[in-house]
RNA sequence: GGGCCCGUGGCUCAGCCUGGUCAGAGCGCCCGCCUGAUAAGCGGGAGGUCCGGGGUUCGAAGCCCCGCGGGCCCA
């Protein structure tokens, strides 16, 4: 049976507590999922969160889109994967850890902790990490497998990183390279492009104008600019631009007459720059310099580099470049393939050698300035420099430079030995793939993805840390290598392990081998140290790791069959493998949605999923990014405390489209709880009614109800929802969702249909009618607690378990299946007439409202006018409703007669006429009436011929005094404002009754207490009133109306002059 | 420099894919109403060149082109 209400108000935080108690209890989460494990599969992938520690908005918003198309599929009735994930190893922990330990540099790692306790401190922040978030999804009503999450540091999920690089390594797809990147010397690491991303800050350098001197020619000089004269050292040419013209420039400086050859466009600016004046004395393109061979200005200093000159046909040349530009500099550019990113891939172009003469830590490794911290040469190479007289000018400059993310330290380019997947040779499969298979939610973004992966180059994914997969590279004396495919094939392969620099021989039996291992290194772990000790053997050579590990980013790319530990187990691969869906924010369209699918053509040469949407980032209501240093952060935690979990999710899904950023705005949450606050009024409004009256709609028979039209159509409207509804979700337009949601229960529910019926339900006893609205409203809450479960699944469960649990049996809605639309159901002409209905109230209220007629008074005849056909039947069959809502006696569909007022447009018969504008003024005056049926006519003036048209009219309709009218969509509605007694006496009554009810509302009587109510006021009231006694008495549930000393309770109404007093009987 | 998205009343946004019932909603502002959902609810009013300019069309906020402004990604 239907219980009264618990809660009367809408208070979110207390019952959703009860509802999370009651899943916990019953256990719903488990049942749901069991109620759908033969259901086809949906294999949903979560984008595994950083375990940073914190969720945010974006972080709560991400999960909530998914939590949503969960609960929908599920619903559908698809046995859905909802496996959680974390991505838990990277660099930013090591930092964490490191700062928590106390350490400095990379080396104290090894030196004053040892590996072994250093990942082990990372894991246990990691997985500590976790758990804090955990809880964070939870309380966002977030329904996923939280006991069994898929963790990027598990063995499993390491060996399956493990099969994929060997894959890539069967494949030719896994090489060694040089490669110029961003090196922190500090950490000693490599850092990806996205850890150098943001951390770009103002610096100062130096800024250096360098001459080259030209072969073989005096005073000839090629003019270079550089920020970074530390890499002078390492310079193996000079690059210009093919296109752009050169030029070369008799300058004058203090030793004499010298030629600079500088880009033409630039000659100016630098010789400003540098203080001296020239002249231009000869142009040329600058392919004609390609070939110029110039003199090194450290050769002496750099003996490798006389050797480079007679090693490399292009050393110490002028090369083409695309990439010079005539921003800044001479348009010719020093380049160092060693330390520069388009160096190398120009030099290379040229086959020049990657010179990087440059350790870990920054310092020189060989030459004048051996040992030396790049960064402190700086001076002293421009102090060397202008000894030797190659320097121009040296100046400063403020520029953004990139710095480490976590020590500050600036970055310095670096060509480093580095791992690489060659995506560039997979690359069409990728695209060709991608189109095949994969629709991307919004469409355009595909466009955005392809762009994406045109231009991606190859994937370094070695890092020179600790915390992270291991590289599975082997590699023999002689540079052989071999890539591990499985914990068990190392086993296999291992012939011995170093333990403290102690080598331990291990025996052939593959159970033995297996049982020293673990009594010498401990269970099986695949991170460092634990892999770095073993020792393999491959065609008779012995081979040890590579120290690397692997970019976190791999890690996150195999999640889809990583996640399903394969290829340890294949059951659930076979079975799930694609993905059906993802869904994540805009940063990872070049991220995680290509690192997926690049690494999953490395694999099985086609795309892990089949359809992926992406959503934008949280703003604030400015529409910044929210910041530590704006101090405009909005923790999650703090909106499901002050707003609850319901109205924050379906905010988030209603704000705006959801690949736009979303502008976080406390109104628009408060306007969501409204929405949320009205449904629920109708719940207890309805449920309070029903509970009274026991009702029970499985006693009834629909067949058998008198149904109105008003019931008709919330149910037709209802089943037009359901579609909407589902086309938005499964199209992710989840506006179109969650707006339809919204304003059938504000606009079509609430505003309207709870309006209409509300009078049927206090009718007492088994009313058919009443029982139709009971019913009729039932069927709504069972249709609409189901579209709504997946967006608020907890007012959806609260209001299900007091309204249809009882006759529905399930005991969750959540366990409900999604609504079908009974097309039978749905009555688009209905719908029509009830908006022309609504619309005839609307303009009915206005124009009443003018005319100041308080709605408790009874009009007597309202006219529609109208040429529209369904207007004229919603007149018609609606009228009812009309009556009702306008209270009005009357409403039909006619024609107001109206008095024409007929006047000449002065403004036209003026200038038209001129001097006989009079005359005809005078005429129109007497004969307008005339002309405006006429339409047009000649008149004859004193002899001269008028040609008049109605426009030389102005026409005023002059209503009668006791119309009041107002323009609706289809019509006019006019409101007969003429007041009868009769109309007056009913209107008093009401105001009566209104006011006695407020009074039993005062005493807080209950509905069925019975009074006696006794009335002072004036002779004119008691007679009116005294018409209508019967009505009073029933709507006020008194035994008696007296006239005469109030009594009891008693309250003044000088609005209707009277005192009323009331006592209960 | 390239790609993509966005630009609608004071504010936050729907609508745009499938051109013709809309120029809309909420908030804010002003004025009212209702009172058996009630520390709720409802109505009315003021307020917009739908970024600007071209084009396609009988007809464009919507489609196409150019430009301006903002955002993101890439270089």
Redesign the pocket.
């Known amino acids: 049976m239907i219980k009264e209400p618990e809660f009367?108000d809408y208070n979110p935080g207390e019952f959703e507590e009860k509802v999370e108690r009651f899943w916990k209890e019953n256990d719903t989460y488990e049942k749901v999922k069991e109620s759908r494990s033969n259901g086809p599969k949906y294999y949903f992938l979560d984008g595994p969160p950083y375990v940073s520690g914190a969720i945010h908005l974006g972080t709560a918003w991400n999960k909530i889109i998914k939590d949503m198309v969960i609960r929908f599929r599920t619903m559908q009735g698809y046995n859905v994967r909802r496996q959680p994930g974390f991505d838990m190893h990277g660099l930013p922990i090591e930092v964490k850890v490191e700062q928590a330990l106390g350490l400095k540099v990379k080396k104290d790692i090894e030196t004053e902790i040892g590996v072994d306790n250093f990942i082990r401190k990372c894991k246990e922040f990691a997985l500590n990490n976790l758990k804090v978030m955990t809880e964070q999804f939870k309380m966002l009503g977030v329904w996923m497998d939280w006991d069994k999450p898929y963790m990027t540091i598990k063995n499993e999920y390491i060996e399956s990183g493990w099969f994929t690089l060997k894959r890539a390594w069967e494949k030719g797809l896994l090489e060694k390279d040089k490669r110029v990147l961003h090196w922190c010397p500090r950490c000693e690491t490599a850092l990806a492009?996205?850890e150098v991303?943001g951390e770009y800050k103002i610096r100062k350098d130096p800024s250096i104008y360098v001459k080259f001197p030209v072969e073989g020619k005096e005073n000839e000089y090629l003019l270079i600019w550089t920020t970074t004269p530390w890499t002078l050292p390492a310079n193996l040419a000079v690059t210009v631009h093919p296109e752009y013209d050169y030029a070369k420039v008799k300058v004058e400086t203090d030793k004499g007459e010298e030629y600079w050859i500088i880009a033409k466009a630039l000659v100016e600016r630098v010789l400003s720059e540098v203080g001296l004046k020239g002249e231009i004395v000869e142009t040329f393109k600058g392919e004609e310099l390609e070939g110029l061979r110039y003199v090194h200005v450290l050769m002496d200093e750099y003996p490798t580099q006389k050797e480079f000159r007679e090693k490399y046909e292009w050393a110490h040349r002028v090369i083409l470049g695309e990439h010079v530009t005539l921003g800044d500099g001479t348009g010719l550019v020093h380049t160092a393939p060693g330390h520069g990113e388009e160096d190398y891939e120009v030099g290379r172009g040229y086959g020049l050698p990657i010179y990087s003469p440059v350790d870990d830590e920054g310092r020189y490794t060989e030459g004048f300035w051996k040992g030396t911290y790049v960064k402190d040469a700086d001076p002293q190479i421009i102090e060397y420099l202008t000894e030797k007289g190659y320097l121009v000018k040296a100046g400063t400059i403020e520029h953004k430079y990139p710095h480490c993310w976590r020590c500050k330290t600036p970055l310095i380019f670096r060509a480093t030995d580095q791992w690489f997947l060659k995506v560039s040779k997979v690359k069409d499969t990728i695209i060709k793939e991608n189109d095949e298979k994969v629709t991307w939610y919004p469409d355009?973004?595909k466009?955005?993805y392809d762009?994406?992966v045109m231009?991606s180059g190859d994937w370094v994914i070695s890092r020179q840390r600790y915390w992270g997969i291991p590289l599975p590279i082997w590699q023999a004396e002689d540079g052989e290598i071999y890539v591990v495919g499985s914990f068990k094939e190392l086993v296999e392969k291992s012939v011995a392990i170093v333990l403290d620099g102690e080598r331990i021989e291990l025996p052939e039996d593959y159970n033995e081998k297996l049982k020293v291992i673990e009594e010498k290194l401990g269970p099986e772990d695949l991170h460092r140290p634990y892999v770095d000790a073993f020792i393999i053997r491959v065609n008779g050579k012995e081979m040890r790791r590579v120290k690397d590990v692997v970019d976190v980013w791999f890690d996150s790319g195999i999640a889809s069959w990583a996640s399903l530990d394969y290829p340890r187990t294949e059951e659930n691969f076979r079975k799930l493998w694609p993905a059906d869906f993802i869904v994540e924010g805009?940063?990872q369209?070049?991220k995680w949605f290509y690192s997926q699918q690049a690494a999953s053509v490395i694999a099985f040469d086609t795309v892990p999923y089949r359809k992926v949407a992406m959503h934008g980032y949280v703003l604030d209501?400015?529409?910044d990014?929210m910041s530590k240093s704006l101090g405009n952060i909005i923790r999650p935690e703090e909106v499901v405390q002050k707003e609850g979990r319901d109205p924050f999710r379906f905010y988030m899904l209603w704000?705006?489209?959801p690949?736009?950023?979303?502008?976080f705005?406390w109104?628009?949450l408060a306007?969501v709880k409204?929405m949320l606050?009205?449904l629920w009024?109708?719940y207890?409004?309805s449920a309070t009614y029903m509970s009274l009256d026991d009702f029970d709609p499985t006693k009834l028979n629909p067949q058998e109800l008198p149904f109105r039209e008003e019931d008709r159509w919330i149910l037709s409207r209802a089943n037009s929802l359901i579609g909407d509804v589902t086309e938005g979700v499964e199209t992710f337009?989840l506006?179109?969702a969650t707006?339809a949601i919204y304003n059938f229960v504000?606009e079509d529910l609430?505003?309207w249909y709870?309006?209409l019926i509300?009078k049927r339900m206090?009718v007492e006893g088994d009313d058919p009618d009443k029982l139709a609205a009971y019913y009729t409203v039932w069927k709504v809450f069972d249709v609409l607690l189901r579209l709504m479960a997946p967006f608020t699944p907890y007012i959806a469960e609260e209001i299900y378990q007091n309204l249809l649990r009882p006759f529905i049996g399930v005991e969750s809605v959540h366990m409900l299946d999604w609504p079908k639309a009974d097309e039978k159901a749905i009555d688009e002409e209905l719908e029509?007439e009830m908006e022309a209905v609504r619309r005839i109230v609307?303009a009915g209220?206005?124009a009443r409202?003018r005319a100041k007629i308080?709605?408790?008074y009874p009009v007597r005849r309202i006219i529609i006018e109208t040429e529209d056909e369904t207007v004229k039947k919603a007149v018609e069959r609606l009228n009812r409703l009309l009556k009702d809502q306008l209270n009005a006696k009357e409403v039909v569909v006619g024609r107001v007669e109206r008095e024409l007022i007929i006047k000449p447009n002065f403004a036209k018969v003026g200038p038209e006429f001129k001097g006989d504008a009079k005359k005809v003024i005078a005429w129109i005056s007497e004969h307008g009436k005339e002309l405006y049926e006429a339409g047009e006519m000649d008149v004859e003036l004193e002899g001269k011929t008028f040609h008049l048209t109605r426009e030389h009219l102005t026409i005023e309709e002059k209503l009668p005094d006791f119309f009041v009218a107002e323009d609706f969509e289809g019509g006019r509605v006019f409101v007969d404002k003429t007041l009868t007694r009769e109309l007056l006496a009913e209107g008093l009554a009401?105001e009566f009754v209104?006011r006695i009810?407020?009074m039993r509302?005062r005493l807080d009587l209950d509905?069925n207490d019975r009074i006696v109510v006794t009335i002072e006021t004036t002779d004119e009231n008691r007679e009116l009133l005294g018409e209508n006694l019967d009505y009073i008495m029933k709507?006020t549930?008194a035994t008696e109306v007296v006239f005469g000393e109030a009594k009891g309770y008693v309250v003044e109404w000088p609005e209707v002059q009277a005192k009323i007093g009331i006592e209960r009987v």
Do not use: F, M, P, Y
Request: charged share 45%; net charge positive.
């Open positions: 009367r492009e996205h991303r355009w973004v466009v955005r762009n994406g231009n805009e940063d369209v070049t209501e400015k529409g990014k704000a705006t489209n690949w736009e950023n979303l502008r705005s109104k628009g306007q409204r606050n009205i009024n109708v207890v409004l337009r506006t179109k707006r504000v609430s505003r709870v309006r509300r206090w029509r609307e209220s206005s409202q308080k709605l408790r009401r209104r009810q407020e509302k509905v709507e549930r």
